[in-house]
C-alpha cells in the first residue's frame, strides 16, 4: 500500500522541506576548490539542527554523516572526507531532513570551478529528465509514467539511468512505498492518487549503467569510471499540477557550478 497524507500530514513535510532547502543553501557558500567534503557535512547539521530538524541519514542504517557527497564517479552514498573538491570535479550532495517526525529528501549535482562541457551535458540532462517526470506526477497516471519519461529522455540524450538505484515513497519514513525505477514500460503499475508523497531521483551515468558498491560499505561508483549526476526533489501528488515540496533549492541554470567562485578555503 502506497500511505496517502493528509493535509495536516503534508504541512509537516512544508516544515520539513524548508530546513532541507536552507541546508543546500548553506552549503552552496562552500562550494569551491580546495574545500573538504566534510566541511560542507558540518555546515549542513548546524543548519538542520538550529531550524529544530535532525539529519535524516545520520546513523540510518549505521551511515556515519549528516549528508552524502560523491565525487565524479561516485552516484550516491559517498562518504563526507577530509579529501578536498578538486577544480573540474562534479559534486552530488544529497540533504534528508526529519522534523517533527516527517520526512523530505533531495539531491542536487554541483560543478566545481570551472567543469567540462560534456559534464554539463550531463548534469543539464539529469535534471531535465527529473523534472519531466515530475510532470507525469498526475492522479490517474500510472507510476511507471514517471519511470518511463526519465528512462526515453535520458537515453535521447545518451546517456544511461542507473538499475540497481530507486527513487522511493516518503513521509513518516525516510523510505517507504513504493519503489519508483528510473526506467520501465509506461502505463503501468500503481495508479498516482492524490496525497501521495515521492522522492524522484534519477541517477545518470555518462557511460554504462552498471555500478559498484565500494568497500565502505556505502559508496556507488560507476563501474566504467565514467561521470555521474543526481538531482532530487520531494514531491507531492495533488488533484492538479504536482507540488514540489524542495523547490526552494533548485535555482535555474546555477546548478551547474558557481562558475566565479575562485577563493580558497582556509582550514
Given at each position: 500500500m502506497i500511505p496517502i497524507k493528509t493535509e495536516e500530514e503534508i504541512q509537516k513535510l512544508r516544515q520539513s522541506a524548508q530546513i532541507l532547502v536552507?541546508?543546500?543553501?548553506?552549503?552552496?557558500?562552500?562550494?569551491?576548490?580546495?574545500?573538504?567534503?566534510?566541511?560542507l557535512d558540518e555546515v549542513a547539521e548546524e543548519v538542520i539542527r538550529s531550524c529544530g530538524g535532525m539529519p535524516a541519514f545520520k546513523g540510518y542504517r549505521g551511515f556515519p554523516s549528516s549528508i552524502c557527497t560523491s565525487v565524479d564517479s561516485q552516484v550516491v552514498h559517498g562518504i563526507p572526507?577530509?579529501?578536498?573538491?578538486?577544480?573540474?570535479?562534479?559534486?552530488?550532495?544529497?540533504?534528508?531532513?526529519?522534523?517533527?517526525?516527517y520526512f523530505t529528501d533531495a539531491a542536487k549535482t554541483y560543478g566545481i570551478g570551472e567543469i567540462s562541457t560534456d559534464k554539463i551535458h550531463l548534469m543539464r540532462a539529469t535534471r531535465t529528465a527529473l523534472h519531466r517526470g515530475i510532470q507525469k506526477c498526475?492522479?490517474?497516471?500510472?507510476?511507471?509514467?514517471?519511470s518511463h519519461t526519465i528512462q526515453t529522455y535520458v537515453e535521447a540524450n545518451r546517456f544511461s539511468v542507473v538499475r540497481d538505484l530507486v527513487g522511493h515513497g516518503i513521509g513518516r519514513s525516510l523510505h517507504e512505498e513504493p519503489q519508483i525505477p528510473n526506467f520501465g514500460p509506461p502505463h503501468s503499475?500503481?495508479?498516482?492518487?492524490?496525497?501521495?508523497?515521492?522522492?524522484?531521483?534519477?541517477?545518470?551515468?555518462?557511460?554504462?549503467?552498471?555500478?559498484?558498491?565500494?568497500?565502505?560499505?556505502?559508496t556507488v561508483e560507476?563501474?566504467?569510471?565514467?561521470?555521474?549526476?543526481?538531482?532530487?526533489?520531494?514531491?507531492?501528488?495533488?488533484?492538479?499540477?504536482?507540488?514540489?515540496?524542495?523547490?526552494g533549492m533548485d535555482d535555474g541554470d546555477a546548478f551547474v557550478g558557481i562558475y566565479g567562485k575562485r577563493a580558497s578555503y582556509q582550514s
Open positions: 536552507k541546508a543546500f543553501r548553506a552549503i552552496e557558500e562552500f562550494l569551491c576548490p580546495d574545500v573538504p567534503t566534510q566541511r572526507s577530509a579529501k578536498r573538491m578538486r577544480e573540474g570535479e562534479i559534486l552530488s550532495v544529497d540533504i534528508g531532513v526529519e522534523r517533527d517526525g498526475c492522479v490517474g497516471n500510472r507510476l511507471s509514467d514517471i503499475g500503481p495508479q498516482l492518487k492524490s496525497g501521495m508523497v515521492f522522492a524522484i531521483e534519477p541517477m545518470v551515468n555518462m557511460g554504462l549503467p552498471e555500478v559498484k558498491f565500494l568497500e565502505d560499505g556505502w560507476t563501474l566504467d569510471g565514467s561521470a555521474s549526476a543526481h538531482f532530487e526533489h520531494t514531491v507531492i501528488i495533488t488533484d492538479g499540477q504536482p507540488e514540489i515540496l524542495t523547490a
